[in-house]
């Protein structure tokens, strides 16, 4: 019974008003659309979901701990430089990446077609199996903000694993 206790869940949410004049970046790649998500950094919900569930599943806070918005080192930031730092901070306590299931909910645009490249984007930046991340791409079926087209919001469950 104890080795179970080497294994770890952590989830994640992330929401972002969709805005004129931002690029749009989810899962590490920039998507052509007319709107963009708008935030501190570029906005990546898919990555931001996916830090703070890593961070969760390790009991180390949350991604506006390590990197918080009124920090200006942070202004503009590539989101997958954040998940690289959230996998080395990982690595150094000694936990080692087992999967993720991502769902990322938008009425547009239509994200399917993007979604092969953002598993391999992801799984480039945490140096991990393509297979063993897990994306999504749903609807609301024009119910809530995301149904309106106001934002977009992403889920992330992790597993980790002590060594």
Not at 21 to 40: A, C, Q, S, T, V
Not at 44 to 73: K, M, Q, S, T, Y
Request: one cysteine or more; glycine letters at 8%.
């Amino acid at each position: 019974m104890k080795d179970l206790l080497n294994i770890r869940v952590g989830m994640g949410y992330d929401v972002h008003r969709l805005v004129e004049g931002r690029d749009l970046w989810l899962g590490g790649i920039k998507i052509d659309y007319k709107y963009g998500l708008l935030g501190h950094s570029d906005a990546d919900v898919i990555i931001h979901a996916l830090c703070d569930a890593l961070l969760g599943a390790a009991a180390l806070r949350d991604i506006g701990f390590h990197f918080p918005d009124n920090n200006p080192e942070y202004k503009g930031i590539d989101s997958k430089l954040l998940l690289q730092n959230v996998m080395a901070l990982l690595r150094e306590n000694h936990y080692e990446f087992g999967n993720a299931d991502i769902t990322v909910c938008a009425e547009y645009p239509k994200l399917n077609p993007y979604v092969s490249d953002m598993q391999r984007v992801l799984a480039e930046c945490m140096d991990v199996p393509v297979e063993s991340v897990s994306i999504k791409a749903t609807t609301t079926e024009k119910l809530g903000f995301t149904g309106r087209e106001e934002g977009i919001s992403a889920y992330a469950v992790v597993l980790v694993v002590k060594v």
